[in-house]
């Protein structure tokens, strides 16, 4: 009996219900599988929740039972295992630590176990062992974080030279299919943006790989005033943006073509980039407001917990006596939670109400470690310090990432402009040279037997741009480009780190700028590359 029980501990409560559906079980899952993704950043928050509460020189009974509960950190559900060993079956809280680190396959969190277990066994405090964990795990996650900034550094200097290659191999392959008339063209050229493809893409998948773990925005139902506009246009501007491309861009360039003074692929694209823009620039701007409470919030938590200790003052008086010019963007909702706090609304709620405004994912995690501790009467100026020493680090590791990701942007932009500008510029010049030998095949009436026959007193091998349709060329360029643009939105957002609704910004600005590039660069080649007079002359 016993037996079965401890094994149902140790059974997932999100699996296994038969009364679910498939659809929920899966979706659960998916929701576990991106917590766990974060699991280094959770067992930070968590070592500092516990580390927190302990200065409240709480029971061992009573650290377990509150951190089991805190479900936004991932490692909860081990921690309660712990619990229910301890509390339900009476076990030792060492040798619950001990099995649980046997069922844990992330390595960091099973020495976190094994440890415990170890201090609780010698008989160490355990405020002693939390705090000293809690500084152990910070250097451990820092090491961490700047290795895979490394890693990114690396991977991105590779993905600019992958960047280059598969320009050039795009481009030698159309060279290669108007100089050497070798099988069905246009299989050769759709092979070959597929392939195209799957390098462009493969090479944002192991960027996505090496990346550093790290969410700037939290997953709460209400959100701040730039997410909830954002969340509520960004469908609506996906889906205009693609029928911009499909109708202008590619309905032009596969089925129908449309006459217009200017290139009207190009306009399709620029339409595209313009519709994404309002939600784009409100979405770098709520990336840049999150960054700046993100650095407030280590001046604020600790002065807070400062105000608080030394004064003796409750929260709603200690929020008095912070100097608003030191809060910077985290003024307004600061401001909002003193009057929430002060007219005697419920604190749980008007603190949640501020974690939502803020938008951050920093302050969804760290402020219920501050909340909670001092509810259990923790110190607050060292819960204060704990809370912001850690905000800090990672609000430091993010600025590191800051610095690479905008390098790499910088990098990116003109080399994808100079890409699409070559790949626009051979693929005009060709079709400049088709033109001008079908009009040649017509006004000297120069059959193909008499080209492959050196007859018809052309003196050269005309014959080389006379097997590949002029809108093949086209629509094999439109693709490229696109695939170009798209791997470049997604790779400078996976670099950048952030929420998935940067993509739009970044979109916005690739998808205007490759517009333009296909509206200028054909005019100018004809301009200067124009051949009306080797026709009106003869040969």
């Not at 037996?3 to 038969?18: A, L, M, T, W, Y």
């Not at 890693?151 to 598969?166: F, G, Q, R």
């Not at 050497?180 to 996505?208: H, Q, R, W």
């Not at 590949?468 to 094999?476: A, H, I």
Request: aromatic share 10%.
């Amino acid at each position: 009996m016993e037996i079965s029980g401890i094994k149902n501990i140790f059974k997932s409560k999100k699996e296994g219900d038969p009364s679910k559906s498939l659809s929920e079980i899966i979706s659960r899952r998916i929701d576990r599988f991106k917590k766990e993704l974060y699991i280094s950043n959770d067992m930070l928050f968590s070592l500092t929740y516990m580390a927190s509460i302990s200065t409240a020189n709480v029971s061992r009974d009573k650290i377990f039972e509150n951190i089991s509960k805190k479900t936004e950190y991932c490692p909860y559900i081990y921690f309660e295992k712990v619990k229910d060993l301890s509390q339900d079956w009476h076990y030792d809280y060492a040798n619950a630590c001990e099995l649980v680190s046997s069922k844990v396959n992330h390595v960091r969190l099973q020495e976190l176990f094994n440890r415990f277990s170890n201090a609780i066994a010698s008989g160490e405090p355990d405020i002693d062992f939390l705090k000293k964990e809690w500084t152990l795990f910070k250097t451990i996650r820092k090491d961490e974080f700047e290795r895979n900034l490394e890693t990114t550094k690396e991977w991105s200097n590779a993905y600019t030279a992958l960047l280059v290659s598969t320009s050039l191999v795009s481009i030698i392959i159309l060279l290669s299919v108007i100089l050497y008339n070798l099988g069905d063209p246009e299989k050769t050229l759709y092979g070959t943006a597929f392939i195209v493809s799957c390098m462009a893409f493969g090479g944002v998948a192991l960027l996505c790989k090496g990346v550093p773990r790290d969410s700037m925005v939290h997953s709460l139902d209400k959100k701040s005033k730039e997410q909830t506009f954002i969340y509520k246009w960004m469908p609506v501007t996906i889906i205009l943006a693609i029928l911009s491309v499909v109708t202008l861009t590619l309905i032009p360039s596969f089925l129908h073509p449309i006459d217009f003074y200017v290139d009207i692929k190009g306009i399709g694209m620029i339409v595209a980039g313009l519709v994404m823009l309002p939600v784009g620039i409100t979405a770098h701007r709520d990336i840049v407001k999150v960054n700046k409470r993100d650095e407030s919030y280590t001046t604020f938590i600790r002065s807070l917990g400062s105000i608080v200790s030394g004064s003796g003052l409750t929260i709603p008086k200690a929020l008095m006596k912070i100097d608003p010019k030191n809060l910077g963007e985290l003024k307004g909702v600061t401001l909002e939670l003193h009057k929430k706090l002060t007219v005697g609304m419920d604190a749980k709620l008007s603190w949640n109400q501020f974690v939502e405004e803020s938008g951050s994912y920093l302050i969804h995690k760290f402020t219920s470690v501050f909340v909670d501790s001092i509810n259990l009467g923790g110190d607050a100026e060292e819960v204060g310090e704990l809370v912001s020493s850690s905000n800090l680090e990672l609000v430091l590791l993010r600025m590191k990432r800051d610095r690479i990701s905008t390098s790499f942007t910088y990098l990116v932009v003109p080399l994808h402009l100079a890409m699409v500008a070559l790949l626009l510029f051979i693929g005009q010049i060709l079709t400049i040279f088709t033109n001008i030998i079908s009009d040649l095949f017509v006004q000297y009436d120069i059959s193909e037997s008499a080209i492959a026959g050196g007859a018809g007193g052309v003196g050269m091998n005309l014959g080389i741009f006379g097997g590949v349709p002029v809108e093949l060329l086209g629509q094999y360029v439109v693709v490229v480009i696109i695939v170009l643009t798209v791997a470049n939105i997604l790779v400078v957002n996976v670099v950048k780190g952030g929420p998935l609704y940067l993509i739009v910004f970044y979109a916005s600005i690739f998808f205007i700028l490759s517009g333009i590039m296909m509206i200028s660069v054909p005019p100018v080649v004809d301009m200067f590359f124009s051949f009306d007079s080797f026709l009106e002359g003869g040969i």
